[in-house]
T-cell receptor, first 112, second 109 residues
């Protein structure tokens, strides 16, 4: 059973471009969580999704950020018009229920 | 005061030493997680505990629900154990984890 997969592992974007981060949960997991870790800081919750539904996006910035978890395919975290402050590690976790979270390796986004 | 406190913040030890990292929390929890973050940044979930003790290889995690305290122990420490160890709790049925600040562990050869 493969673990949580994230791609790309590293992503470089110029200011104003779009960043798309993908997360494939573990097999059988229908809950996905996205976290952001800014340099030298701890992880911060962004959004919790179940298949085709956003359950809680209270940690998402109000603008430019969106997330989806379609019926088929990976969960996508999308950042439009990236700015330097978006540079961070973005971690995805999945779970079969709401407590046991298994983390992916993260995507490191660098905005030039 | 943070709801999840870890100690120490930084720990440097020699290879072979027995390591203890502590986590105290002030809220009612449904589970406590220990995670490891390597210098490259990847996060590995080590344990999820709601009571008692768990062991995996050289790692042991214990939790005392009454005292709201958990410890992570590493026996026969090795330089490859060098990482940040993070304690996080889930509160009741709340899926959002409350994170400790992490303990940076360096094991010297």
């Amino acid at each position: 059973n493969a673990g949580v997969m994230q791609n790309p592992r590293h992503l470089v974007r110029r200011r104003g471009q779009e960043a798309r981060l993908r997360c494939s949960p573990m097999k059988g997991h229908s809950h996905v969580y996205w976290y952001r870790q800014l340099p030298e800081e701890g992880l911060k919750f962004m959004v919790y999704l179940q298949k085709e539904n956003i359950i809680d996006e209270s940690g998402m910035p109000k603008e430019r950020f969106s997330a989806e978890f379609p019926k088929e395919g990976p969960s996508i975290l999308r950042i439009q018009q990236v700015v330097r402050g978006d540079s961070a590690a973005y971690f995805c976790a999945s779970s079969p229920r709401t407590e046991t979270q298994y983390f992916g390796p993260g995507t490191r986004l660098l905005v030039l | 005061k943070n709801e999840v406190e870890q100690s120490p913040q930084n720990l440097t030890a020699q290879e072979g030493e027995f390591i203890t990292i502590n986590c105290s929390y002030s809220v009612g929890i449904s589970a406590l997680h220990w995670l490891q973050q390597h210098p490259g940044g990847g996060i590995v979930s080590l344990f999820m505990l709601s009571s008692g003790k768990k062991k995996h290889g050289r790692l042991i995690a214990t939790i005392n629900i009454q005292e709201k305290h958990s410890s992570l122990h590493i026996t026969a420490s090795h330089p490859r154990d060098s990482a940040v160890y993070i304690c996080a709790v889930s509160v009741d049925s709340n899926y959002q984890l409350i994170w400790g600040a992490g303990t940076k562990l360096i094991i010297k050869p």
